[in-house]
């Protein structure tokens, strides 16, 4: 077994699969990122693949791979992987989540805050 980064590499098939799915998934999402392919505040394809690649990750690169290790060497560590890898796959749905979902140009309500007051306005000039 090799170890690369927090993976450990028994069968080097699986890990070019699972990277081959990380590779077209981030293909997928710079093209959505671009305007190349259009996608809409409805459109939750990238998140089925980021699903997809957790899945693949969890399985095939964290049990599958481990489980192969003589004494169960690392099994151990397979829940810390689980959650390592966990915010490297929510974080780039979220943010084509926010892509997608925000308008161009904030209305002054979008926060949830009401409009300025005129009384919060204060001129720096006259209290100084």
Do not use: W
């Not at 077994?1 to 998934?25: K, R, W």
């Amino acid at each position: 077994p090799v170890g690369v980064a927090m993976f450990t590499v028994t069968f080097p098939e699986i890990s070019v699969f699972v990277g081959l799915v990380y590779v077209l998934n981030g293909f997928y999402g710079l093209a959505r990122a671009f305007g190349l392919i259009p996608a809409g505040p409805e459109d939750h394809s990238f998140q089925m693949g980021i699903a997809f690649q957790y899945f693949c990750t969890l399985v095939l690169m964290i049990l599958v791979q481990v489980a192969y290790l003589e004494g169960g060497a690392m099994a151990p560590a397979a829940p810390s992987r689980a959650c390592l890898t966990l915010g490297a796959h929510v974080l780039p749905a979220f943010l084509d989540y926010k892509m997608r979902s925000t308008p161009e140009e904030l209305p002054v309500d979008y926060y949830g805050l009401e409009g300025t007051d005129k009384t919060d306005d204060v001129d720096v000039e006259a209290n100084a």
